[in-house]
């Protein structure tokens, strides 16, 4: 059992340049989420999907894209990277209302 | 604006003692409350949760209390064990959907 997985797990971009996270879960989970993490700020919300076919904005959402291209899939594209998106970025899933989430391992960007 | 806070970015602990570590709220609204551990260069994983209607859950080692009043949430750990050395991060939604709100985090190390 994958749980979460995101692919890739490190990547190194100019300004820019676009590139798309990708991010999958095994665990049927309905909503699925991309947050991240930066220094002394914890996790900040990019964007979430509730449900399959819906995708809504989260707290940090300037600069991003998202597609819930399936259940299992949930990606988010930087079109035009800038040296502020260098972060750790974490997707994760939750199967149902008033539980906590299931973590991807993260994909540690930096853009030079 | 972060409505989750964690004022101590790190918490030295010996080995068998409690660690203690705290989490304030702004949102009222919030009725749901999660601690999360995170290792380096992993995703965090969810540790315990308490919902609003009660102030106090226990889970082996790990207890976290809620006072409602004061918007303020407690993790207890005892004993300590080197292998509770992490990151932990308080988290916080309001309603059966509500998206979860992160603090910063508190490096915990706990030596022997």
């Known amino acids: 059992n994958a749980g979460v997985t995101q692919t890739p797990k490190f990547q190194v971009l100019k300004t820019g340049q676009s590139m798309t996270l990708q991010c999958a879960q095994d665990?049927?989970?309905?909503?699925m989420y991309w947050y991240r993490q930066d220094p002394g700020m914890g996790l900040r919300l990019i964007y979430y999907?509730?449900?399959?076919?819906?995708?809504d904005k989260g707290e940090v959402p300037n600069g991003y894209n998202v597609s819930r291209l399936n259940k299992r899939e949930f990606s988010l594209r930087l079109e035009s990277a800038a040296p502020s998106q260098t972060s750790v970025y974490f997707c994760?899933?939750?199967?149902?209302?008033?539980?906590?989430?299931?973590f991807g391992s993260g994909t540690r960007l930096t853009v030079v | 604006d972060q409505q989750v806070k964690q004022n101590s970015p790190s918490l030295s602990v010996q080995e068998g003692r409690i660690s203690i570590l705290n989490c304030d709220y702004t949102?009222?609204?919030?009725?749901?409350f999660l601690w999360y551990k995170k290792y380096p260069a992993e995703g965090p994983t969810f540790l315990i949760s308490?919902?609003?209607?009660?102030d106090k859950n226990e889970d082996g080692r790990f207890t976290v209390f809620l006072n409602k009043s004061a918007k303020h949430l407690s993790l207890h750990i005892v004993p300590s064990q080197p292998g509770d050395s992490a990151v932990y991060f308080c988290?916080?939604?309001?309603?059966?959907?509500?998206?979860?709100?992160f603090g910063a985090g508190t490096q915990v190390v706990v030596t022997p």
């Open positions: 994760a899933s939750r199967p149902y209302a008033n539980y906590g989430y299931t």
């Open positions: 665990m049927n989970h309905n909503s």
């Open positions: 999907s509730a449900s399959e076919g819906t995708t």
């Open positions: 949102n009222s609204m919030f009725d749901y």
């Open positions: 308490i919902s609003s209607i009660k």
């Open positions: 988290a916080a939604s309001g309603g059966s959907w509500g998206k979860l709100q």
